[in-house]
T-cell receptor, first 114, second 107 residues
Framework: DAGVIQSPRHEVTEMGQEVTLRCKPI?????LFWYRQTMMRGLELLIY????????DSGMPEDRFSAKMPNASFSTLKIQPSEPRDSAVYFC????????????FGSGTRLTVV | AQRVTQPEKLLSVFKGAPVELKCNYS??????LFWYVQYSRQRLQLLLR??SRESIKGFTADLNKGETSFHLKKPFAQEEDSAMYYC?????????FGQGTELSVKP
């Protein structure tokens, strides 16, 4: 099992550019989550999907952020236009909809917006 | 509202000393609680879940419903235990994290 796979590992972009982060969850997991980690705010849940359907996007900062899950094996988080304050590590995680089943996290994408 | 509180941002101990990382939660039902560890700039890894009552890498955590706590303990800290530790509560499909405690184990 390759685990949760995220790409790219690092992304440096200029302010105003579009950024797309990608995630492949573990096969058989039916819930997927996007988190953002910063020194100031810690781990924040941005959005989560269950069976490819967005369930809760209340953590998405603003309209510049959007996420999709077109199928059970792929999700994207897009920021357009990007701003320096979006600089953070973005983690994707997946799990099964089973009580007390832990989440598996990807290695994260370190985004720097200059 | 469901909440997880880790009161200590940083905990510094010497090698061989006991460690206790505090976690308190607010939740009215039966909680699903976890501890995650994040070594320097790596992914979060599941360390413990309360339901399994296991010991991983010498760490244990006991759920105390009366005190609404799920503290993480280790009798003898090792330098390789230095990392960020996050307590988390699962509710409604979401995993709610505390702010994390950085454990620093000095030689």
């Amino acid at each position: 099992d390759a685990g949760v796979i995220q790409s790219p590992r690092h992304e440096v972009t200029e302010m105003g550019q579009e950024v797309t982060l990608r995630c492949k969850p573990i096969s058989g997991h039916n819930s997927l989550f996007w988190y953002r980690q910063t020194m100031m705010r810690g781990l924040e849940l941005l959005i989560y999907f269950n069976n490819n359907v967005p369930i809760d996007d209340s953590g998405m900062p603003e309209d510049r952020f959007s996420a999709k899950m077109p199928n059970a094996s792929f999700s994207t988080l897009k920021i357009q236009p990007s701003e320096p304050r979006d600089s953070a590590v973005y983690f994707c995680a997946s799990t099964r909809d089973v009580p007390n089943y832990g989440y598996t996290f990807g290695s994260g994408t370190r985004l720097t917006v200059v | 509202a469901q909440r997880v509180t880790q009161p200590e941002k940083l905990l510094s101990v010497f090698k061989g000393a006991p460690v206790e990382l505090k976690c308190n939660y607010s939740y009215s039902g039966s909680p699903e609680l976890f501890w995650y560890v994040q070594y320097s700039r790596q992914r979060l890894q599941l360390l413990l879940r309360h339901i399994s009552r296991e010991s991983i890498k010498g760490f244990t955590a006991d759920l105390n419903k009366g005190e609404t706590s799920f503290h993480l303990k280790k009798p003898f800290a090792q330098e390789e235990d230095s990392a960020m530790y996050y307590c988390a509560l699962r509710r409604g499909g979401k995993l709610i994290f505390g702010q994390g405690t950085e454990l620093s184990v000095k030689p």
